[in-house]
T-cell receptor, first 117, second 112 residues
Framework: DAGVTQSPTHLIKTRGQHVTLRCSPISGHKSVSWYQQVLGQGPQFIFQYYEKEERGRGNFPDRFSARQFPNYSSELNVNALLLGDSALYLC????????????????FGAGSRLTVL | SQQGEEDPQALSIQEGENATMNCSYKTSINNLQWYRQNSGRGLVHLILIRSNEREKHSGRLRVTLDTSKKSSSLLITASRAADTASYFCATAFTGGGNKLTFGTGTQLKVEL
């Protein structure tokens, strides 16, 4: 079975541009989460979607938005890019929106590395 | 912002030795998870420990959780060069859905 797939793997943008990152979850997984990982730090939560509805949002500006499609794939959009948006963007999927004892185990994709010049 | 800190930030050991990494967090949790990341790529889940558990084992991994001290430790026994990676703890909260709050990570290097 295919794991979580993300595209593109690498991309370079300039300040002020817009970027769209895509994620396909593991088959049967209905929850997708997005994380931003700046070099040298741990991942930071951006969004969670479950059954096409937003279930959580991290402390990110409105320039960041996301959506989930009927096939459970997801897009992360970032507008008006800043240099500080340069990071590895990770998508993770899980079967359910939450676990019985808190967050489920997440399966991560390999990430999309965004460089903003 | 990060939920907590991991200690040490970097650890270098010889193959066959044990590696211990510590994680501290700030608020009450439902569960704590450990993940591994190779060379800035995707994270791989290692082990989950619930807030009512104190210790858990998985192969060469042993995780402990002390909720009174808000801390956890990950022990890798008989380390191998292939264990070289960054290790992150991540905490989950009541009502947080699948949101995980990650620590700052420990970079482990296992030398031959």
């Amino acid at each position: 079975d295919a794991g979580v797939t993300q595209s593109p793997t690498h991309l370079i943008k300039t300040r002020g541009q817009h970027v769209t990152l895509r994620c396909s979850p593991i088959s049967g997984h209905k929850s997708v989460s997005w994380y931003q990982q700046v070099l040298g730090q741990g991942p930071q939560f951006i969004f969670q979607y479950y059954e096409k509805e937003e279930r959580g949002r991290g402390n990110f500006p409105d320039r960041f938005s996301a959506r989930q499609f009927p096939n459970y794939s997801s897009e992360l959009n970032v507008n008006a890019l800043l240099l500080g948006d340069s990071a590895l963007y990770l998508c993770a999927s899980s079967e359910a929106g939450t676990g019985i004892t808190g967050a489920n185990v997440l399966t991560f994709g390999a990430g999309s590395r965004l460089t903003v010049l | 912002s990060q939920q907590g800190e991991e200690d040490p930030q970097a650890l270098s050991i010889q193959e066959g030795e044990n590696a211990t990494m510590n994680c501290s967090y700030k608020t009450s949790i439902n569960n704590l998870q450990w993940y591994r990341q190779n060379s800035g790529r995707g994270l791989v889940h290692l082990i989950l420990i619930r807030s009512n558990e104190r210790e858990k084992h998985s192969g060469r991994l042993r995780v402990t959780l002390d909720t009174s001290k808000k801390s956890s430790s990950l022990l890798i026994t008989a380390s191998r060069a292939a264990d070289t990676a960054s290790y992150f703890c991540a905490t989950a909260f009541t009502g947080g859905g699948n949101k995980l709050t990650f620590g700052t990570g420990t970079q482990l290097k296992v030398e031959l």
